[in-house]
């Protein structure tokens, strides 16, 4: 922490990709994702596979231990595409925002879920 704080931060400054780590709750997590299963909306599509179809993050100040992030998910698009593979997929595409304990955005990250 003393180091942290020598280099400008105000506590130990969270990895890069913190926030794709998965948390996982028992009995509350989702069995495939890394949120509580009420935390997005459902849609039934009847497709039995998913992959992940990418995320990106811009990153707008800086988390750090000690901070509260709350999070606003939405769903940004939603489309079908045609794969010679794997037939017809739902491509839901979704933004996350990431706002912290004084109220400011420290975060977005999109991404995109292939059902097929």
């Not at 180091?3 to 400008?8: E, P, V, Y």
């Not at 901070?67 to 979704?94: H, P, Q, W, Y």
Request: aromatic residues 8%; hydrophobic residues 35%.
């Amino acid at each position: 922490v003393e180091q942290a704080k020598k280099a400008g931060y105000r506590d130990l400054p969270a990895p890069p990709t913190y926030l794709g780590t998965a948390i996982f709750i028992p009995g509350q997590s989702d069995e495939n994702l890394p949120f509580p299963p009420d935390s997005s909306p459902t849609i039934d599509h009847g497709l039995p596979g998913l992959l992940d179809g990418g995320t990106e993050t811009a990153y707008f100040d800086t988390i750090c231990a000690g901070d509260t992030l709350s999070c606003v998910n939405r769903m940004t698009d939603l489309f079908t595409k045609e794969s010679k593979g794997l037939g017809t997929m739902l491509i839901i595409a979704s933004e996350a925002t990431y706002t912290n304990q004084d109220g400011k955005v420290v975060a977005i990250q999109t991404t995109q879920a292939i059902y097929y």
